[in-house]
């Protein structure tokens, strides 16, 4: 059976969920949608959640398995890409990579807990060939200079 997915959302463990609900209120422009003992829900608009903060065991720590990184595809153009990243240097993110896929830019960047964020540029916006110069370009992960805004 083919699933068509209409809509994603991300759980993540976290040391503190009010901590990271400040975080992800400050940095990613999100708002608390419902929360509870052990937990709470962000948004980044009007539906009901799109990261769920949820506190993880005592002692808990990065792993080598699991989430690599999630990505947020952004819009607007270059500019907006570069003022993303003068926002995340100001605030004191920890900046991990920025490339060039091909038929876009990524912009790496970790949470309080290390939890991988990316914000996406699409630059390529004709599907069909975006999907055939991700898959010939072998899905690039290229250094790629960025100047902050």
Do not use: C
């Not at 009010?18 to 948004?43: F, K």
């Not at 990505?71 to 490339?99: C, F």
């Not at 540029?121 to 902050?148: I, N, Q, V, Y």
């Amino acid at each position: 059976m083919k699933v068509e997915v209409v809509r994603t959302h991300l759980s993540l463990f976290v040391s503190d969920p009010e901590v990271s609900a400040r975080w992800y209120a400050e940095i990613m422009g999100m708002h608390e949608s419902a929360r509870g003992e052990s937990w709470i829900m962000m948004a980044f608009g009007s539906r009901h959640h799109d990261i769920a903060l949820i506190r993880a065991e005592p002692g808990a720590r990065q792993g080598g398995l699991g989430l690599q990184h999630y990505g947020l595809e952004i819009a607007g153009d270059l500019d907006t890409l570069r003022r993303l990243y003068g926002m995340l240097l100001s605030k004191g993110v920890e900046v991990v990579k920025i490339t060039d896929h091909e038929i876009g830019n990524g912009l790496y960047f970790n949470d309080p807990d290390g939890n991988r964020m990316e914000f996406f540029l699409e630059t390529e916006h004709d599907e069909a060939l975006a999907k055939s110069r991700f898959k010939a370009a072998g899905a690039p992960s290229r250094p790629f200079h960025l100047d902050p805004l």
